[in-house]
C-alpha cells in the first residue's frame, strides 16, 4: 500500500474489481490529473531535452512536486508521477550511473507520495476546515508511476506512429522495460500507468513483464490513437485492448495523448472487447511535431476547445476515469472535475467560486 493511501493494493480478486471501488468512492467518476510536463513548462522548466521531462526529477524536484499539488487542489483523485520519460537508458546516456538512475524513478514516486501527503494534511486542517465546514472531505487519492512507452525514450516522436522500425522486437520491448518496471513498482506507487502505447507488440510486452516480474500493484494500459480506430500503428483498438484485458493484473484500458474528437468512438470501441474500467485522458487536440518538439494546432483543431464539454459524454459512453494529457494544466482538470461531480459543487461555495462561470476557451 503507498504511504497515505488506502487499502487499494492489496486486491485479492483482480486489479480491475479494485480500481472500480475506488472509482465508486470517488463519486462514480475518478478524475485523473492534466499534463505534468505541459505544466512544468508553464513554470518555467526548460524540457528541449531528450529526457524531457524526467530532467526536472534531477533539477527541479520541488517543481514536480508543486505541479502534483496543484492537480490536487483542482480536483484530481490520481496523479501521475514524473517518470513518463525516465528510464536507466536514458539517464545513462547522460553520464549517471545505474544507482543514480534507478534512485531517480524511486524518487518520481516518492515526490508523488510527498505531494499528496502535504495535501492530505491541508486539507484536514488547512483554510477549509475552518471555514465552518462541519466535516472536512477526504478525497481518496491514488499515486500512479508513470511508465512512458519505448518511442518516448527514442524522443523522435514514435509514441505517436508505432512504427519501431523491424529490429525491434517485443523481447526488445521486454528487455528494455524490465528494470525500470520493477524499480518503479518497488517504490510502493498505487497504480502503474503505462501511458502512450502507440501498438499492440508493447501491450504484449508490458502484459507479460508484469506476469512474469509478478507485479502486484493494478496497472492500466492507455493507448493513443489518430484516426480513433486504431493504436497509433494502425493495429486495431479493439485489439489492443483485448490484450489489457486477458491480464488479470490490468485494472483499466484507456487512451491519453489522443485528440479530444476521437475519444468518445475509442471508449465505444474499447468497451466492446473489455468491462474492465475505461480511462480516458485526451491532450488538446494540438499535435506534437517531433523535430521541434513543439504543438501545433492541427485542422479543424478549434472544435477541440469543447473538451469539457464532453466529459458528461465520455462518462455516458463508459469512461470511469477522466483527465487530460499534454497542454492541458489545472484548469482544465479543475473543470472536469467540475462537470463529473457537478451537483456536489453546487454545495460546496468555496469550490463554485473557484470554477463559475469559468470559459472554456481558456481551460486550454
Ligand atoms: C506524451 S504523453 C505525456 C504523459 C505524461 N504523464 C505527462 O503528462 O507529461
Ligand atoms: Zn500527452
Redesign the pocket.
Known sequence: MGRGGRDFGEYDDDAAGALRRFVREAGGCAVV????????EEHGADLQDEL??ARCLVSAPHLIRKVHLDYLDAGANII???S??ATIQGFQARGLSREQSEALLRRSVHIAQEARAIFADGWSKGPHATRGRSSPRRRPVLVAA?V?SYG?YLADGS??TGDYGRSVTKETLKSFHRRRLQVLADAGPDLI?F??IPNKMEAEAYAELLEENDIRIPAWFSF?SKDGRSAASGDPITECAAVADSCARVAAVGV??TAPRLVHGLILAIRKVTSKPVAVYP?SGET?VAETKEWVVSEGGASETDFVSCVGKWRQAGAALVG???RTNPATVRAISRALHAEAAADDDDYADDVDGFPVMAVL
Do not use: H, R, V
Open positions: 490529473d492534466g499534463g505534468l510536463a505541459t505544466e512544468l524531457w521531462s501521475t508521477s514524473a513518463y520519460q508513470s512512458g518516448a509514441e505517436y500507468a501511458e502512450t493513443t491519453n495523448c491532450n506534437y487530460g494529457c499534454c
